[in-house]
């Protein structure tokens, strides 16, 4: 949904291990999700990206999962590695707008 | 290809000064420019959207006479930080479209620190 300032959840996870990340949307005509991967000191690099015609995409060691129903949207890595440290943020589309929710702090531990 | 430059990466200013922040779209026309600023162990929020050749619509709660945007091209947005304060130190991130807007391309962020 959309930011409202609140400081970072965060996860750790073992390496090798499987991760999920959580988010929550407002918008229920939101039609557009995408899952944005931030490194310490750069700019948000895309992941992967669902329309709401869908409920599962799964990209390379990535799958998101939408639920309307709820309004939820999970992010899952498969076997996470190191390079897999990062901020991750959802972001729904309305009205010709993006909206970032919170982000989620990922840490893998070697 | 869609790659978006920021310029500079880094600027520490005095209090009272202007700052001018480029976002520079280096292989595609960029119809639509955003601007986001981004605190510490916070998410992105949106500050303004520009379109080439219009005025820039700023989301609510930003001050457009402080924070001036100009985007004259369809590869160059200008975002300047005008009589700046310590509060207004911050991480701007800016992302750029063309027309397909689904589509939006992030810069790497320009870390601005007010002294």
């Known amino acids: 949904g959309e930011s409202v300032g609140l400081h970072l959840p965060t996860l750790s996870v073992q390496e090798g291990d499987n991760s999920i990340i959580n988010c929550a949307y407002s918008n229920s005509a939101s039609d557009y999700f995408i899952w944005y991967k931030q490194e310490s000191g750069k700019g948000p690099q895309f992941i992967i990206d669902i329309r709401s015609n869908m409920d599962k995409r799964q990209g390379q060691r990535v799958t998101v999962l939408l639920n309307k129903t709820v309004k939820h949207l999970s992010l899952q890595i498969a076997a996470t590695q190191p390079g897999d440290s990062a901020v991750y943020f959802c972001a729904e589309y309305t009205g010709n707008q993006f909206y970032f929710g919170t982000g989620t702090s990922l840490t893998v531990i070697p | 290809g869609a790659v978006v430059s920021q310029h500079p990466s880094w600027v520490i200013c005095k209090s009272g000064t202007s700052v001018k922040i480029e976002c520079r779209s280096l292989d595609f026309q960029a119809t639509t420019m955003f601007w986001y600023r981004q605190f510490p162990k916070q998410s992105l929020m949106l500050m303004a959207t520009?379109?080439?050749?219009?005025?820039?619509?700023?989301e609510q709660g930003v001050e457009k006479d402080k924070f001036l945007i100009n985007h004259a091209s369809l590869t160059l947005s200008t975002l300047t930080v005008t009589s700046a304060h310590p509060e207004d130190s911050s991480f701007y991130i800016c992302s750029a479209t063309d027309h397909r807007v689904y589509e939006q391309y992030f810069g790497p962020g320009t870390r601005l620190t007010v002294t």
């Open positions: 520009s379109n080439e050749g219009s005025k820039a619509t700023y």
